[in-house]
């Protein structure tokens, strides 16, 4: 196969032939993805007078990332680091609860900063599990679908039209799991709508970005994939 040459193929015809970037990507997504629920969810942070999470700046890269695995290696491998993010953030969560959980030696003052940063509630855990595995799938299968529908062409709609699907049922379930009866609806309703928006507007921002990555990543594995055979099932990992 020659070098800079894209042919166009359809998923199941991909076998096992080595992939030159897929697991860097996936390492990628997964590191984003547990860095900012890690470091990014649990501080607010206020610039000209908006008040917003921090991690809410570093958590649509993981979409942008899911955009580029789906376009240029397929809704399998993009489902696939879906379960590994989800299973790492499992055993995130998991770690956070019996590092909390460990009664701190004599001395030793940092108990209560431990708690403040690493001790979420199982009620947002769950929401973030569920918002994240919802999310990113619908993203995935919007993004296969929708390169289907217009035969690879308008990537920028393709990125633009699956984050706002993917980012609403990310928020649609996080943030009603999370808060519903400790906020009112009204705050409930008013975070999820303002958060929706800057994650998709971050997302379009990113477009020109997207493309050079989408681009040289097609040029340098040769592949252009198409998920025209493709089973969508959520619940599985296999290729």
């Given at each position: 196969?020659?070098e800079?040459?894209?042919?166009?193929?359809?998923?199941?015809?991909l076998?096992?032939?080595?992939?030159r970037?897929?697991?860097?990507?996936?390492?990628?997504?997964?590191?984003?993805?547990?860095?900012?629920n890690?470091?990014?969810a649990?501080?607010?942070?206020?610039l000209?007078?908006?008040?917003?999470?921090?991690?809410?700046?570093?958590?649509?890269?993981?979409?942008?990332?899911?955009?580029?695995?789906?376009?240029v290696?397929?809704?399998?491998?993009?489902?696939?680091c879906?379960?590994?993010?989800?299973?790492?953030?499992?055993?995130?969560?998991?770690m956070?609860?019996?590092?909390?959980?460990?009664?701190?030696?004599?001395?030793?003052?940092?108990?209560?900063?431990?708690?403040?940063?690493?001790?979420?509630?199982?009620?947002?855990?769950?929401a973030?599990?569920?918002?994240?595995?919802a999310?990113?799938?619908?993203?995935?299968?919007?993004?296969?679908?929708m390169?289907?529908?217009?035969?690879?062409r308008?990537?920028?709609?393709?990125?633009?039209?699956?984050?706002?699907?993917?980012?609403?049922?990310?928020?649609?379930?996080?943030?009603?799991?999370?808060?519903?009866?400790?906020?009112?609806h009204?705050?409930?309703?008013?975070?999820?709508?303002?958060?929706?928006?800057?994650?998709?507007?971050?997302?379009?921002?990113?477009?020109?970005?997207?493309?050079?990555?989408?681009?040289?990543?097609?040029?340098?594995?040769g592949?252009?994939?198409?998920?025209?055979?493709?089973?969508?099932?959520?619940?599985?990992?296999r290729?």
């Amino acid at each position: 196969m020659s070098e800079g040459a894209i042919h166009k193929i359809e998923a199941d015809a991909l076998g096992s032939r080595p992939l030159r970037y897929y697991d860097f990507f996936m390492a990628a997504f997964v590191a984003i993805l547990l860095l900012s629920n890690l470091i990014g969810a649990a501080k607010l942070s206020t610039l000209g007078g908006f008040t917003f999470g921090a991690g809410i700046l570093f958590f649509p890269l993981g979409y942008v990332i899911g955009d580029v695995l789906t376009e240029v290696y397929g809704y399998s491998r993009a489902r696939r680091c879906v379960w590994v993010g989800f299973v790492a953030m499992l055993f995130m969560a998991l770690m956070s609860w019996v590092v909390v959980a460990l009664p701190p030696a004599d001395g030793w003052p940092d108990q209560k900063a431990y708690e403040s940063v690493f001790g979420s509630t199982w009620r947002i855990v769950f929401a973030s599990l569920c918002a994240f595995w919802a999310g990113e799938l619908a993203n995935s299968f919007v993004m296969a679908k929708m390169k289907l529908l217009t035969q690879g062409r308008h990537l920028w709609m393709r990125t633009i039209g699956s984050t706002v699907v993917g980012q609403g049922v990310d928020s649609l379930l996080f943030y009603p799991l999370a808060f519903l009866g400790n906020w009112t609806h009204t705050q409930v309703l008013t975070v999820m709508v303002t958060n929706w928006a800057m994650k998709v507007g971050w997302e379009a921002l990113l477009t020109p970005v997207t493309y050079l990555v989408v681009n040289f990543l097609k040029r340098r594995e040769g592949l252009d994939i198409y998920d025209a055979g493709t089973n969508f099932t959520p619940f599985r990992t296999r290729l």
